[in-house]
């Protein structure tokens, strides 16, 4: 079982819409939580932290569910710039490296 | 620009070649973290440093595999006698250490082939 797990997509949606991406992760002492944006051939930038109590950022929110181990995010008013892969990420609380789930493709069209 | 510098951005080697890529981190940053990316795929963890202590390896990075940070400043990452499974996005990001939810900055990566 891969430590961090989302689904590839790609999650093709119109502008406007409401898109959510779902993501698990298996070390229940996992620490902190990230989602991160990546677009093609770029590197990963951070989008967001997510909180315990859930977060939002504009057209974003972020929610844990710690006893379910899963993350998710939520993107309102989809726009065309949203395209991209959205990456899973989790410090798993062993060293301080991040665990990346594969990430999830996202495509808005007009 | 104050963000993560890598040099090259683009490698293309012979096989059994060696290469070696550098990392600025962002100029406060004391961590400094390598990993490697393939196609459709999320970034894998390689190494980090603590200033010029390196704290962790990973088992992907075998003995053909060396990082440096000499003087707790920018990074080195050297591979000997690269092989086409070496293909692949490096990834360089710098954090500071002691923050509540630390964060990891990337560079753009030094994209390598192997033929």
């Known amino acids: 079982r891969k430590e961090v797990e989302q689904d590839p997509g790609p999650f093709n949606v119109p502008e406007g819409a409401t898109v959510a991406f779902n993501c698990t992760y298996s070390?229940?002492?996992?620490?902190?939580f990230f989602w991160y944006r990546q677009d093609c051939r770029k590197e990963p930038k951070l989008l967001m932290s997510?909180?315990?109590s859930g977060n939002e950022d504009g057209r974003f929110t972020a929610q844990l569910n710690r006893a379910s181990q899963y993350i998710s995010l939520l993107i309102r008013d989809s726009k065309l710039s949203d395209s991209a892969t959205y990456l899973c990420v989790v410090n798993m609380g062993y060293g301080n490296k991040l665990v990346f789930g594969a990430g999830t493709i996202l495509r808005v069209k007009s | 620009d104050t963000g993560v510098s890598q040099n090259p951005r683009h490698k293309i080697t012979k096989r059994g070649q060696n290469v070696t890529f550098r990392c600025d981190p962002i100029?406060?940053?004391?961590?400094l973290y390598w990993y490697r990316q393939t196609l459709g795929q999320g970034p894998e963890f390689l190494t980090y440093?603590?200033?010029?202590?390196?704290?962790?390896k990973s088992r992907l990075l075998s003995d053909r595999f060396s990082a440096e940070r000499p003087k707790g400043s920018f990074s080195t990452l050297e591979i000997q006698r690269t092989e086409q499974g070496d293909s692949a996005m490096y990834l360089c990001a710098s954090s500071l250490a002691g923050q509540t939810q630390e964060t990891q900055y990337f560079g753009p990566g030094t994209r390598l082939l192997v033929l």
């Open positions: 070390n229940s002492a996992s620490q902190s």
């Open positions: 440093f603590q200033n010029e202590a390196q704290l962790e």
């Open positions: 997510v909180y315990s």
């Open positions: 100029s406060e940053h004391n961590r």
